[in-house]
């Protein structure tokens, strides 16, 4: 019996397999100031967050890389009557109710210094919050590879000191207490961690990086008006508070992950298999153009594997690079990979 | 001992085509890859020189080197000729598929192509009906014949039809007939029974099986038994059909001012113009059959 089709045994010709991807994420500093003269940071009339852009956002070019967004929580030392204060406490607890979760009492949890929550210990309460774009974390950002660097000292004219973050154990010993999913701990070096020596979090499928504010020992400001951490965090808006690490940040670097789950379906063509065509050009007056006589071989060309449903619709399709000879000299198995 | 050379080791990256997504998003279940096919879409085997002067090496020299394209997502639009599996390999003659217009229906005389007149207003004009041949797309049953498809080896080389039968594992059991859903639909070939598609694509491409066990109306007498035949080698199957125009085509002008043209057949008629695919589920062979729907203005 002639047949076209051949049945895929789902035990022995199709294989599931699931790999990780990644990608180097590098964003300079002067992409977040300078570089667009701040055409491509993006403002709200709500103020509570400002999200920058890798091009003039009213291009349609600009893809949303990252918002900055700062806060404090209530029983942060800050807390009281400064400038949007409400607001500053709404978005600490937004943040910490999506990423550190609720305590048994249903309460709102604080960020923690050390990841340690169900043990107490330092809190971090004034946050910056810095939340990337799916398009740039994509699956989840990689464990061990974020690198953060401000000038954190001087002032908004003349900033000096680099201090670099990075989540020195995050390929090892991340946290996974996080309702929403796993984190790491930034430092300021790979010696002499402790408990006490984190500097701010990283949600690695989450995309937020939370940095303490009290990393910013100089003055701050976009410009004119400056003054320490606390008394801008208190005297400004949180746009004021972005825009003034903005103008500090050095760079940002990071890999992604992209978690690709793949079947690959073996396509076995055996020696006896796939040697005749139905190409219209195959046969003249229905002789097969390839053959002088019966004694000869058949041969065919294989340029697409299709594959189809039970009931024969064609549901994915790949091509060869070139033409590949199928005899019955040959057996030829193809690996058709289908990503999801 | 030199390295092997695995540079070709063949891994293909797959995209999915229009229906493999829509099934996917169906969610249903529907989407599941039970087999797979291979085809040569690209290939000329009109290139294969069997008396190249190099020698049997440069036979297909010119095929080897035919570039392929890229995968595109049309489900309807790939895999057009597929690779066939047949055990033995002594074969030198293959049966193909052959439109019948000695006993079937043939083109009309005037436009040259197989006309489906496709409402009464149409088909009680005589200007029109005079022009040639035609299927009565507001009465089927009045139709003067049927399509008739007969398969077989084209050359009696190996035999005449009239006495030799076609090997039984080259013979149709099943053909697959392809028809867009919103201009036409297949009938039985007494125009009496209308057939019932598997299913209907995302372009809105209807497919019909229809098999010999289960539609024999659809069938006429095969084989040696075959009469009034164009094969003149050993005969399979003889399928015969009839396209009846879609409601909207029947009822509305709206299909034809949006895809189709105007023209003169007899009178100021409408018409769209579309292919249907018939192919032999057994040895993958396919026609495809234009076919024009007409409607007077």
């Known amino acids: ?340 | 001992m030199a390295f092997l050379d695995n540079s070709g080791d063949i891994i293909l990256d797959a995209v999915l085509t229009d229906t493999g997504r829509m099934r996917l998003a169906k969610g249903d279940g529907s989407f599941k890859i039970a087999k797979f096919a291979l085809g040569d879409d690209e290939i000329n085997y009109e290139l294969y020189d069997k008396n190249h002067a190099s020698g049997s090496a440069y036979y297909d020299i010119e095929i080897v080197q035919s570039p392929v394209l890229e995968a595109f997502t049309n489900n309807t639009s790939m895999l057009k000729s597929k690779l066939m599996t047949i055990s033995r390999t002594n074969l030198l003659y293959l049966p193909q598929i052959v439109n019948n217009t000695t006993v079937g229906l043939s083109s009309n005389n005037t436009n040259s192509i197989l006309t489906v007149l496709v409402d009464q207003t149409t088909v009680n004009d005589t200007t029109i009906t005079a022009t040639g041949d035609y299927i009565d797309g507001y009465r089927l049953v009045d139709t003067k014949s049927p399509i008739v498809m007969d398969q077989g080896i084209v050359s009696n080389a190996i035999g005449d039809g009239s006495s030799v039968v076609l090997d039984a594992d080259l013979t149709e059991t099943q053909f697959m007939i392809e028809i867009d859903n919103r201009f036409g639909n297949i009938w039985d070939g007494n125009g009496a029974a209308q057939a019932t598609p598997s299913f209907v694509d995302d372009d809105n491409v209807a497919t019909y099986y229809l098999s010999t066990s289960t539609n024999k109306t659809y069938f006429g007498k095969s084989g040696t038994s075959m009469s009034g035949e164009v094969i003149a080698g050993p005969r399979g199957k003889r399928l015969q059909f009839l396209v009846a125009p879609s409601v909207d085509l029947n009822s509305s002008t709206y299909l034809f001012t949006q895809l189709g043209t105007t023209a003169t057949l007899g009178s100021s008629v409408y018409q769209i113009d579309t292919t249907v695919r018939i192919t032999g589920v057994t040895t993958g062979y396919r026609v495809d059959l234009p076919i024009r729907f007409v409607k007077k203005q």
């Open chain 1, 1 to 340: 019996m002639a047949t076209t089709f051949k049945t895929l045994n789902s035990a022995n010709d199709v294989a599931s397999t699931r790999t990780l991807l990644h990608e180097a994420i590098p964003l300079t500093g002067t992409i977040a100031s300078g570089t667009y003269d701040d055409n491509n940071i993006k403002t709200y009339s709500h103020g509570m967050f400002e999200s920058v852009y890798d091009y003039p956002y009213l291009s349609s070019s600009a893809n949303h890389i990252f918002d900055i967004t700062t806060g404090y929580a209530s029983n942060s030392s800050l807390s009281g009557s400064g400038v949007q204060n409400s607001k500053k406490l709404n978005v600490y607890s937004q943040m910490a109710q999506v990423l550190v979760g609720y305590d048994a009492t249903g309460s709102i949890q604080n960020f923690d210094q050390d990841g340690d929550i169900a043990t107490g210990g330092t809190k971090i309460n004034e946050a910056i919050f810095v939340n990337f774009s799916r398009l740039l974390t994509k699956d989840e950002i990689k464990k061990g590879s974020f690198i953060v660097s401000f000038l954190t000292g001087g002032t908004p004219a003349a900033r000096t000191d680099t201090l670099t973050l990075q989540d020195h154990e995050g390929a090892t010993s991340y946290k996974v207490n996080s309702p929403a999913g796993e984190y790491g701990i930034l430092y300021t070096s790979s010696s002499g961690i402790t408990a006490d020596s984190g500097v701010g979090l990283v949600y690695y499928q989450a995309g937020v990086a939370v940095l303490t504010g009290s990393i910013f020992d100089g003055t701050m400001g976009p410009g004119i008006s400056s003054g320490t951490y606390d008394s801008l965090a208190t005297g400004s808006t949180i746009e004021v508070m972005a825009d003034s690490f903005r103008n500090r940040l050095v760079d940002i670097d990071f890999n992604n992950t992209v978690e690709l789950n793949s079947t690959v379906y073996f396509c076995r063509a055996s020696h006896n298999e796939f040697n005749y065509s139905a190409n219209p050009t195959y046969l003249s007056e229905s002789q097969i153009r390839v053959k002088n006589s019966t004694t000869d071989n058949p041969v065919s060309y294989v340029t697409t594997v299709g594959l189809y449903s039970s009931d024969n619709e064609l549901l994915a399709v790949a091509k060869l690079s070139e033409p590949l000879k199928k005899d019955p000299s040959t057996e030829v198995t193809l690996r058709v990979r289908l990503d999801f």
